[in-house]
């Protein structure tokens, strides 16, 4: 049996230093072929808001982040909607184990608990969490979906922010600050 197309196409390529992974595309994203391309979700403001990226992008160009080192998947590749919509068995945490080893992101950060449980197989807390695979830390953030405004939280996406910054130019010992 083949492989069934994925609706949005991974952005993915090796030594990244951020991969976000969602559960699967809503149907807007699938629709557009982009990433959280639904009205309301805040994936793109809190990508800007929390200084991963320069500016705020549209679903449009997700493949960009590509230039900022940073990927995006999903568990479910082949259907969309809602997590409670998914056909059993359509998350598929294989597929994201071989993904991490082959491509090796510094950081894979679930977009929802709904992903990391699927993934880690346990309830999850956001932030850090203890396993790794292979080197690749992992960290749960708030879903940015609109359907889940109540448990939204935006410390989160500002700690991962910082912790996944690229090192800058280091000054010399004793050079007063800019």
């Known amino acids: 049996m083949a492989a069934r197309a994925h609706l949005v196409a991974d952005v ?29 979700n805040r994936f793109w403001p809190a990508l ?30 082949a259907h969309a909607g809602n997590d409670d919509e998914l056909p059993a068995g359509a998350l598929d945490r294989e597929a994201l184990s071989a993904k991490i080893a082959r491509y090796r992101p ?20 956001y932030g850090w969490q203890p396993e790794r695979v292979g080197t690749t830390r992992l960290y749960v953030l708030p879903s940015p979906s609109g359907q889940a405004t109540r448990f939204w939280d935006d410390r989160y996406w500002r700690e991962l922010a910082v912790a996944v910054q690229e090192p800058g130019p280091s000054k010399p010992e004793g050079q007063p600050d800019s």
């Open 48 to 77: 800007h808001a929390a200084g991963f990226t320069s500016r705020r992008f549209q679903p449009s160009e997700f493949a960009r982040l590509l230039d900022l080192g940073i990927g995006l998947t999903d568990l479910c590749k």
């Open 106 to 125: 510094g950081v894979v950060a679930f977009t929802s608990k709904n992903a990391a449980k699927a993934f880690l197989d346990r309830d999850v807390d």
């Open 12 to 40: 993915l390529a090796p030594g990244l230093r951020l991969v976000f992974c969602g559960t699967a595309p809503s149907r807007a994203s699938a629709a557009a072929r982009a990433y959280y391309a639904r009205p309301g």
